[in-house]
C-alpha cells in the first residue's frame, strides 16, 4: 500500500507568521492529496487538495504545492491567526482509498 | 454537522465483552469507512466498504468486524478479540469522482474500557 509521512508532528508559530507542513508518500501512482483540518473535539474536514496534474494551489491564506518527481507536497498557511490552531492531516488517494499521516498539531501564539 | 451521524459518542466496553458503534449517513454515499485515531498515529483504516454487501479490510481489521446491508449505515463491532480497543473511532463517507476520494467524517466515538 501507501505510506505517508508527515513532519513536523508539532508546531508553534506566532500570530501573523507562515506555517509550513511538510508530507512524504512512496507509490508514484498516488495521483491526489488532500489536507483535513481536525480542531480540538472536532471531526476533520477538508480544507485544500490538489490533483497531480498541478503543481501549486491556492486558496485565500492556505496553499498547497506539489513536487512529483520527489514525491512530496506541502501545505502552507500565511498570516496565521488562532483559529488556524488544530491538528492537520496530509493523505494521498492510493487504490481509491486514502493513507493519512500522523498528523501535525499546529499551535498559533497570540 | 448533518450528513455522517455516529452513535454513541462515548462507549465504555467491558472485558471479553462485544460492542458496535452506529454509523449513518444521509449523502446517498457509495463509500464508507472506519478509522482508528490514537494519539500522535493520525488515522489508520480498520474496514471500508465500496458498495452494499461488500466490504474490505484495512490495515489494522484484526480483532473488529463490520456489515453493509444498507447503502446508509455501515456499523463496526470491536469484539472481545481486540486487545487494545481503547480509542477515537471515526466513520466517514465519500463519492469517488473526477479522481477525487472527499471524505465526509462523523463526530467520533470515544471507546474505552472498564
Known amino acids: 500500500g501507501e505510506n505517508v509521512e508527515q513532519h513536523p508532528s508539532t508546531l508553534s508559530v506566532q500570530e501573523g507568521d507562515s506555517a509550513v507542513i511538510k508530507c512524504t508518500y512512496s507509490?508514484?501512482?498516488?495521483?491526489?492529496f488532500p489536507w483535513y483540518k481536525q480542531e480540538l473535539g472536532k471531526r476533520p474536514q477538508l480544507i485544500i487538495d490538489?490533483?497531480?496534474?498541478?503543481g501549486e494551489k491556492k486558496d485565500q491564506r492556505i496553499a498547497v504545492t506539489l513536487n512529483k518527481t520527489a514525491k512530496h507536497f506541502s501545505l502552507h498557511i500565511t498570516e496565521t491567526q488562532p483559529e488556524d490552531s488544530a491538528v492537520y492531516f496530509c493523505a494521498a488517494l492510493w487504490a481509491n482509498n486514502l493513507f493519512f499521516g500522523t498528523g501535525t498539531r499546529l499551535t498559533v501564539i497570540p | 454537522d448533518g450528513g455522517i451521524t455516529q452513535s454513541p459518542k462515548y462507549l465504555f466496553r467491558k472485558e471479553g465483552q462485544n460492542v458496535t458503534l452506529s454509523c449513518e449517513q444521509n449523502?446517498?454515499?457509495?463509500?464508507m469507512y472506519w478509522y482508528r485515531q490514537d494519539p500522535g498515529q493520525g488515522l489508520r483504516l480498520i474496514y471500508y466498504?465500496?458498495?452494499?454487501?461488500?466490504?474490505q479490510k484495512g490495515d489494522i481489521a484484526e480483532g473488529y468486524s463490520v456489515s453493509r446491508e444498507k447503502k446508509e449505515s455501515f456499523p463496526l463491532t470491536v469484539t472481545s478479540a481486540q486487545k487494545n480497543p481503547t480509542a477515537f473511532y471515526l466513520c466517514?463517507?465519500?463519492?469517488?469522482?473526477?479522481?477525487?476520494?472527499?471524505?465526509?467524517f462523523g463526530a467520533g466515538t470515544r471507546l474505552s474500557v472498564l
Open positions: 449523502l446517498n454515499h457509495d463509500a
Open positions: 507509490d508514484s501512482a498516488s495521483n491526489y
Open positions: 466498504s465500496q458498495i452494499v454487501n461488500d466490504f
Open positions: 466517514a463517507s465519500s463519492i469517488l469522482a473526477g479522481g477525487k476520494n472527499i471524505q465526509y
Open positions: 490538489i490533483r497531480s496534474n498541478v
